[in-house]
């Protein structure tokens, strides 16, 4: 991105914020308005939890993936130290910048729309490429109410989706300290689908004018379906299911106005070493998960194992009781068999006969 010039504007929008908080729609939102997200074959498509889809290139999905994969972690879990993110900059940005240059250039001159979750966890190393390219739009949701989305959705833990959300929430807001920033309230669309013009004219506003000058932020309302939010949480749950901090945070964040948010975001600024004390305790949450899961699947394991075998016991035992049966219907055969053999050897017709069967069995030739 070294030949784009940061300084007269943006060349699009990144959407930041946890799975589950409305990214997709509100990326959606912009895509509608005039935005470039990638070509439709290569984009993450609609699934049963998102029917409109999810506007994430798979390019960056793929590459995120490999990202975390070399740091040994996962979106949900071990989250790479941001340390040695930074540290590995060199080495592994140049194919991020050709896959963001890629994006750009299938655009055909229009501003692009970049979303991909785990780029939450990934900004020490994301900075470089979308510092004064690319504006942040930073999607906010209850964290209980994203909390029960990945439980449905993805079977985690209710406190470990909870931790998933703090996380790059923290990581979100850490890197997002001191830069302009367009926030999307997830609730506030669905009760208002008109602010979503709102949010995307605010973001707008950071392009390259000949950019913003493509833009119909007019459209961008179409993009908010209140039919398709599933999980609303009660207020009263959160005191019972929150932590402290992710209290706190939840606070912080729903006080934010919808729209541009400059110097307001440095009041909770989160430090580095209270992110690391966050992602420690989500690793090992995460890592408890794991090990209840893999003791879980062992005891569904055992369950069928047992199942199966009490199921070829039976098999055994109808297997047995129709042995006896049949022992018992060639028993009854023999005896039958015996007694009219019996009874045909003391008949008088087979004694009068017996000198002819006996000539029969010694008749030369015979």
Known sequence: MDDINREDGTVGIVVLGTGRSGTSA???????????AGLEDELLGPASSNEFGHYEPLSVLEANEELLADFGSRW???????NEQIRRREEL?????SLLEAILAKGNGAPVSIKEPRINTLLPLWQPLIEGVLHPVLAVRDPLAVAM?????????????LAAWEVHTAMALDWAHGRPVTVAPYADLLSNTELAAE??????????????????????PDAIQPKLRHEVADDLAHDEYLTGHQA????YLEALPAGEVEAALAAIRTEGDRIEAIAERYRLDAKVWEETGRAS??????????????????????????VATTEER?????????????????????????????????????
Request: net charge neutral; no cysteine; proline share 5%.
């Open 297 to 322: 699947e062992l005891a569904t394991e055992l369950e069928q194992a047992k199942a199966e075998r009490d199921q070829l016991r039976q098999q055994l035992v109808d297997a047995e009781t129709r």
């Open 149 to 161: 989305s990945l439980e449905t959705r993805d079977e985690i833990p209710l406190a470990n989706a």
């Open 330 to 366: 060639i028993a009854a055969i023999e005896k039958r068999h015996l007694k009219e053999i019996a009874a045909i050897e003391s008949s008088a017709s087979w004694r009068i006969t017996a000198p002819l069967r006996l000539a029969k069995r010694y008749r030369p030739g015979a």
């Open 93 to 97: 940005l140049p194919k991020m910048q």
């Open 199 to 220: 949010i995307v004219g605010a973001a707008t506003s950071h392009l390259k004018p000949e950019l913003a000058s493509q833009i119909d932020a007019a459209q961008a």
């Open 26 to 36: 509100i990326t959606r939102a912009f895509v509608l308005s005039g935005y470039f």
């Open 248 to 251: 706190e945070l939840w606070k």
């Open 76 to 82: 949900w879990a071990d989250l790479p130290d941001r």
